[in-house]
């Protein structure tokens, strides 16, 4: 009589026990990747007859009025107050909120 042959033992891959990651939040696209990807910071205002915000870029500070663009895009100061500055770029629009100090 004729043995079986006995088989051998598959191993089972940990990938296959383990849940998969959840899949990485999406980059911000519109005008807040915009800003983020260019490090647009506040990092201070004036208000008065013509206010003003100093903006914290990769490239360097800028000094924009309100109701001017920043320079070399087409993201506008809307609005400001003393802890905040309202940019649009088209339909779209981002309040960003003073940086505190280091």
């Known amino acids: 009589m004729a043995q079986p042959v006995p088989r ?14 959840p899949p990485a939040p999406a980059a911000p696209s519109g005008l ?7 490090g647009i910071k506040l990092v201070m205002t004036t ?22 663009k920043l320079p070399g895009t087409e993201v506008l100061v809307k609005t400001m107050t003393a802890n905040e500055a309202t940019l649009v ?10 940086e505190g100090g280091e």
């Not at 051998?8 to 990651?21: G, K």
């Not at 807040?32 to 260019?38: I, K, L």
């Not at 770029?89 to 003073?98: P, T, V």
């Open 89 to 98: 770029r088209g339909d779209e629009s981002l309040a960003i909120k003073l």
């Open 47 to 68: 208000l008065g007859p013509t206010s003003v915000a100093v903006f914290q870029t990769k490239e360097g500070y800028v000094v924009v009025p309100v109701g001017e």
């Open 8 to 21: 051998p033992a598959t191993p089972q891959t940990a990938a296959a026990s383990q849940p998969a990651a």
């Open 32 to 38: 807040a990747g915009f800003v983020q990807e260019q």
